[in-house]
């Protein structure tokens, strides 16, 4: 039975290897009021020992494993039992090294057996009263260190109470002498009462030299900060953060900032002023300031160069597209048909990839905005669709959609871009599918009051995306195959301006690839507001009264509307017996003259030309024109001073359209703030200019052909 350390009886640690001699010290010290403690081996004692307090050690020396010196050299070496008595017991009595050896590990007896018990029980008993005697003394010195805690603490009371010095004023003390800040207090007239220790580095100078002195010669400017109002109490704007310039003691000044606070004390007007040295700040502001400047600077020039790269490739692509678009109109043979038919789609394609740089462009500098407008649905996934129609009948692959019945016809939203985004997602399907087709699922994923969050999804049966590549998909111009025998042509611009996109309009998009092989779904997510108007919703449903739903609305095919407009429009309709109309057109470039001249002739409109905006403004104003066709960049006078003075100088000026090769939006906001009606975008092609005759000519009762 061990005894705790709070108990009074006295624990006393037997070691020996032989049971024989531990019971013999058991009988010696049996009659004595001791706790004895057996243990057969020097680990088993070390155990003891990391437990329980001792007032003395019986350690035999000879012991297999760990012996009696290894054993009180590790009893001596711990912090906790250094002190505890250790005697020797020895079956060696005329070995000197032996006894040197148990002296030396910290042995305070040594003892030969045999031994005589009255003489252990003896020094035992000498080394117990030792304990005790140190036992009293820890106690007495524990209860006299709580004393002088207390002591203590009625003293500092007192302190406390006899300095009436309050924690608040301490801390202000604290942060006077220690704020990096300077903190200066002068009175009403202006005399410096007290600085703290930062006024001297932060000025120069030295100790006490501006108790005293007036606060002019820190803060030249503080009359600046005196209130005048009528009305207003103080002296100072106080409380208000003021950036001002201090003066040094060398005459120098620096970019501070400078709050002042006011006190009255024993009714004497106290001001204490913080003054915070913002050098670094201000520093690191002009220098966010220059590089946010540079970085305007050169995303104008990349705006500027794109645009007029824009302009110089288009300009001569409007030859190229325009009179490939006149030559398949000529009785050609069937192989000169297929030659200009690969003009125009490598021209399409040319420009295709021209406006790609320029949407990435736009979202990279901010400047993509949206347009709100609202559109159909299915009409809008069925034109994205129909645009690919004859590459999927090559391949023969199936184009469906399915829309589900939870889901309103008309939403309001950019309908331009929602397009685009499918039109890429689309062209992207049927390039890398040879075989299967391409499917299209919308369904709702929540909605609230306003909005409704739709999931459209654009599954194909291609060759899909190895998973190593899927991380790479939507970084501009990346590539899935670079390699020189690459077999799908792009700029890989296509999925980086969709997710642009997509995020610009509040939504997410990612790919689902199952297997390598086995098709690539793409998923994208928008917020949409559904379009509420009566007169659409009516006309809407009485147009699909008859058509067979069975999930989703059978699509109605947008190549038959193309169709039908083709039947309708050769050239822009006259009435019988009604002139023709006669329009002016403005452009310097010699080719795009002749091209603009042909597709006029062809659509039965005069025309005449003017080769630059002051030639044109003179003709507009001699002659009566129907429309005039102005191109934006001319030699002399440019398209948009020429529309001004035009629209200025006749009140009855007809409708001006800008031709140019300039389509950023800033450039057609331009070309309609000057007060032209439209903007062309070249490379023209005969049936946008036919549609845009025909929007012009029939928006007007005197003009309708």
């Not at 001791?34 to 019986?58: C, M, P, Q, T, W």
């Not at 590089?291 to 302009?311: G, T, V």
């Not at 030559?327 to 125009?344: P, V």
């Not at 999925?495 to 939504?507: Q, R």
Request: one cysteine or more.
């Amino acid at each position: 039975m061990l005894s705790s350390e709070m108990d009074d009886t006295i624990n006393i640690l037997l070691v020996d290897d032989q049971p024989e001699n531990l019971l013999t010290l058991e009988a010696v010290l049996s009659e004595e009021n001791y706790n004895l403690v057996k243990a057969g081996s020097g680990e088993e004692a070390l155990r003891y020992l990391l437990k329980h307090d001792f007032a003395v050690i019986v350690l035999d020396v000879q012991m297999p494993g760990m012996d009696g010196f290894q054993t009180a050299k590790l009893i001596k070496a711990r912090e906790k039992t250094k002190h505890i008595p250790i005697i020797f017991i020895s079956a060696n009595s005329k070995e000197t090294n032996h006894l040197f050896a148990g002296y030396s590990v910290g042995a305070m007896d040594y003892m030969v057996k045999p031994f005589v018990p009255q003489i252990l029980k003896s020094k035992i008993e000498g080394f117990v009263s030792l304990y005790i005697s140190n036992k009293t003394l820890q106690t007495q010195t524990r209860l006299l260190h709580q004393k002088t805690h207390e002591l203590e603490k009625m003293n500092s009371e007192l302190l406390r109470v006899t300095y009436s010095l309050s924690k608040a004023e301490a801390q202000a003390r604290v942060i006077h002498e220690t704020s990096i800040d300077s903190m200066v207090t002068f009175n009403d007239e202006g005399r410096i009462l007290a600085v703290n220790p930062a006024v001297e580095t932060m000025f120069g100078y030295q100790g006490d030299a501006l108790i005293g002195q007036d606060i002019t010669r820190l803060l030249p400017f503080l009359s600046d900060m005196e209130n005048n109002g009528v009305g207003i109490h103080g002296k100072y704007i106080v409380g208000k953060l003021t950036e001002v310039q201090p003066k040094r003691m060398d005459g120098s000044t620096f970019d501070a900032e400078i709050q002042i606070g006011e006190a009255i004390i024993e009714e004497a007007r106290i001001f204490a002023c913080t003054i915070s040295d913002i050098t670094e700040r201000k520093r690191t502001e002009r220098a966010l300031l220059q590089a946010k400047e540079r970085a305007e600077i050169a995303a104008r020039a990349k705006s500027e160069f794109l645009a007029m790269m824009s302009h110089e490739i288009r300009t001569p692509m409007n030859g190229v597209i325009g009179m490939t678009d006149l030559l398949l109109e000529t009785g050609l043979s069937e192989e000169q048909q297929e030659y200009a038919d690969i003009i125009r789609r490598s021209g399409d394609a040319l420009v295709a990839i021209i406006n790609d740089i320029l949407d990435i462009s736009k979202m990279e500098s901010g400047r993509m905005e949206l347009e709100e407008q609202p559109f159909n649905l299915k009409g809008l996934i069925e034109e994205a669709l129909d645009l690919f129609t004859a590459k999927s009948k090559e391949y023969d692959l199936e184009m469906i959609y399915c829309v589900t019945p939870d889901l309103p016809a008309w939403f309001s939203g950019d309908t331009t871009r929602l397009r685009q985004i499918l039109m890429n997602l689309v062209g992207n399907a049927v390039k890398f599918t040879e075989r299967g087709g391409v499917y299209i699922l919308v369904d709702k994923i929540q909605e609230d009051d306003e909005l409704m969050e739709i999931r459209f999804c654009v599954k194909d049966t291609g060759i899909g995306i190895p998973p190593d590549k899927v991380e790479h998909l939507f970084k501009p111009f990346s590539q899935l195959d670079s390699s020189m025998t690459r077999k799908y042509g792009g700029t890989g611009l296509g999925l980086a301006i969709c997710k642009n996109l997509v995020e610009l309009m509040g939504g997410r998009i990612y790919v689902e690839t199952p297997e390598e092989g086995q098709g690539t779904m793409f998923i994208f997510t928008l917020l949409l507001a559904p379009y509420h108007n009566p007169d659409v919703l009516e006309f809407e449903e009485s147009k699909n009264r008859d058509v067979a739903t069975e999930g989703y609305e059978q699509p109605v095919s947008f190549q038959s509307l193309i169709a039908e407009d083709r039947l309708a429009a050769g050239s822009p309709h006259t009435d019988q017996g009604s002139a023709r109309k006669r329009v002016l057109v403005a452009e310097d470039n010699v080719i795009n003259q002749r091209l603009i001249g042909c597709m006029l002739g062809k659509l039965e409109i005069d025309m005449d030309l003017a080769e630059n905006g002051a030639a044109a403004v003179d003709l507009a104003l001699q002659n009566r024109y129907d429309l005039i066709l102005m191109d934006m960049q001319m030699p002399v006078m440019d398209g948009l001073e020429a529309c001004r003075l035009i629209q200025s100088k006749d009140e009855n000026a007809p409708p001006v359209v800008a031709m140019t090769a300039n389509v950023l939006d800033d450039d057609k906001n331009k070309c309609i703030e000057a007060g032209m009606q439209s903007v062309l975008t070249k490379p023209l092609k005969i049936k946008q200019l036919r549609n845009l005759l025909n929007e012009c000519f029939n928006s007007n009762q005197d003009m309708k052909l």
